[in-house]
C-alpha cells in the first residue's frame, strides 16, 4: 500500500456537539490525507504565535492551498499572558479585516494557548465557524485540543470566560515536537502521567518504565503515549462532553495548579507544572482522607521529580490559596470540589475540610513564610 491510499492512524470522538478524528502521525502536516474532507469554504485562516509560525505556517499554508482560495496568516503574541480578551479582539479584527465569511474554517496552529483561543474565537464569530485543532505541544496533543474546550483567561481565575466547541479534526504531527523545548516537554508529560492515577494504573506503571525514553523523545514511547492518553480523553468527552460529571477527573491537579497560576501571574509557572505541583497535593489531600495509602503520593512525587517537574507550591500563603480555589469551575455554592484518587486508576470529585486543605498547602510550601 503507498503512502496516499493507507488511513492515517486516527483515534474518532463521539460527542453531541459533533464526532471527529484525531489524526497522530508523524510527517501529518505534509501528508495529504490529514487535510482532505474537512468542510469547503473559499478561506482559511491559520491562527499561531510569533515563535511558532516562523517553525511550520508555510507548511500547514502549503498543505491547505489545494482546499482554499486564500489561506491567511494571523501570528498573535505568544505566552498564556496573552490569552486574553484583547488578544481574541486581534483575531476578530483579522477575520472582519479579511472578509471571512460563516464558512472560513480557522486552523490552530500552536500548543494550548493558541487552541483554547483559536477555538473560542471559532464559537464565538459569526456565532459559530468550524475550526481545526493543529496542536504543536506535548500538551496540546494529548490534551488541550481534544474535547472541545475552548477559553480565555481572566485575572481572578483561569480559562474562566470560554465556550464548548468541538473542532472538526485534531492533526497531531509527532514531527513538531522535535523543536519543543525540553521544559514544555516536561510540562506535557504531568498531563500525560494525569491519566495514569484518573483512569489506567497499568499506564501509570508504563509511564514509570517509559520515562527515560519518553524524556529522550523516543519515537514510539511518545507515540504510545499520545494515543494512550487521546483515547482516555475520547473516552472521558465521549460520556461526559459538558463535564455534568465524570468529565471533571480530567482535572485532577487543577485545582491547586489553576490557583497557582493565578496568584503568579499567568505564564510565571508552565500550565504544566501547576498541573504537577497540584496533582502532588490532590494525592497528598487524597491521603489524609484516607482514601490511598502515603506511599502512593511518594510514588507520585518520584515520578514528577523524576521529569524535573516542581513538587513544591510557591509561597501564595494558605488563606490566598483558599479564596482562589474557590474560584474554581468545579466549587459549587463557594465549596470547593477536589479530584481525589481512591486507588491508582480511580478518581472521584468531593469536597474536603479546610483545615486537611490547609495542612496539605502547609506541607507542600503553599504558606506564606513567616
Ligand atoms: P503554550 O501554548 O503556551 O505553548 C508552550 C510554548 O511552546 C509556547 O511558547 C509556544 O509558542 C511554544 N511552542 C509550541 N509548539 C512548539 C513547537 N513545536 N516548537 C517550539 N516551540 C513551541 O502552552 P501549552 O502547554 O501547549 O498549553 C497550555 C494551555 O493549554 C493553558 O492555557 C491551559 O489552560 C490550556 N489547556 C486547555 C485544555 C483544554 O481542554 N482546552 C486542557 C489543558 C490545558
Ligand atoms: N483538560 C480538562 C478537560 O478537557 O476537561
Known amino acids: 500500500m503507498n503512502r496516499s491510499s493507507a488511513p492515517l492512524p486516527a483515534l474518532r470522538v463521539c460527542t453531541p456537539g459533533g464526532n471527529y478524528d484525531i489524526v497522530i502521525a508523524r510527517g501529518a502536516l505534509t501528508d495529504p490525507r490529514a487535510w482532505a474532507g474537512l468542510p469547503a469554504a473559499q478561506q482559511a485562516v491559520i491562527v499561531s504565535n510569533v515563535a511558532v509560525a516562523p517553525l511550520y505556517a508555510a507548511t500547514l499554508q502549503q498543505a491547505l492551498a489545494p482546499h482554499y482560495a486564500r489561506v491567511s496568516l494571523l501570528q498573535l503574541p505568544d505566552g498564556e499572558e ?67 474546550k475552548t477559553a480565555i483567561n481572566h485575572p481572578r481565575g483561569k480559562n474562566m470566560i470560554g465556550a464548548f466547541h468541538q473542532p472538526q479534526r485534531v492533526v497531531c504531527d509527532l514531527a513538531t515536537l522535535d523543536t519543543l523545548p525540553q521544559r514544555e516537554l516536561a510540562a506535557g508529560l504531568a498531563e500525560v502521567i494525569k491519566y495514569g492515577p484518573i483512569a489506567d494504573a497499568d499506564f501509570l506503571g508504563w509511564i514509570e518504565a517509559k520515562l527515560p525514553a519518553l524524556l529522550a523523545r523516543d519515537a514510539d514511547a511518545l507515540a ?147
Not at 472560513?104 to 464569530?125: E, K, P, Q, R
Not at 459559530?128 to 485540543?145: I, K, M, N, R, Y
Open 82 to 148: 496573552h490569552k486574553t480578551w484583547e488578544t481574541l479582539n486581534l483575531v476578530f479584527d483579522h477575520l472582519l479585516g479579511s472578509g471571512c465569511d460563516r464558512k472560513t474554517v480557522l486552523f490552530a496552529l500552536g500548543g494550548g494557548v493558541i487552541g483554547d483561543m483559536t477555538g473560542f474565537a471559532a464559537a464565538c464569530y459569526m456565532r459559530g465557524v468550524p475550526f481545526v485543532q493543529v496542536p504543536t505541544t506535548l500538551l496540546a496533543q494529548v490534551d488541550s485540543s481534544v474535547g472541545g
Open 224 to 370: 504510545h503515549a499520545i494515543g494512550r492518553s487521546c483515547e482516555i480523553k475520547a473516552w472521558v468527552v465521549g460520556q461526559d462532553e459538558r463535564e455534568a460529571g465524570l468529565r471533571a477527573i480530567l482535572n485532577f491537579g487543577h485545582t491547586f495548579g489553576h490557583a497557582i497560576e493565578a496568584a503568579l501571574g499567568y505564564g510565571q509557572w508552565l500550565h504544566g507544572e501547576a498541573v504537577a505541583c497540584g496533582m502532588l497535593m490532590a494525592s497528598a489531600l487524597s491521603a489524609r482522607l484516607g482514601l490511598v495509602p502515603q506511599g502512593f503520593v511518594d510514588r507520585m512525587q518520584a515520578l514528577l521529580e523524576r521529569c524535573g517537574l516542581p513538587t513544591r507550591a510557591p509561597a501564595i500563603g494558605s488563606a490566598r490559596f483558599i479564596e482562589l480555589m474557590r474560584i474554581d469551575k468545579k466549587a459549587e455554592g463557594g465549596e470547593i470540589r477536589f479530584v481525589l484518587i481512591e486507588a491508582p486508576g480511580h478518581a472521584i470529585v468531593r469536597a474536603a475540610p479546610d483545615a486537611l486543605v490547609r495542612e496539605v498547602i502547609e506541607c507542600h510550601g503553599g504558606a506564606r513564610a513567616s
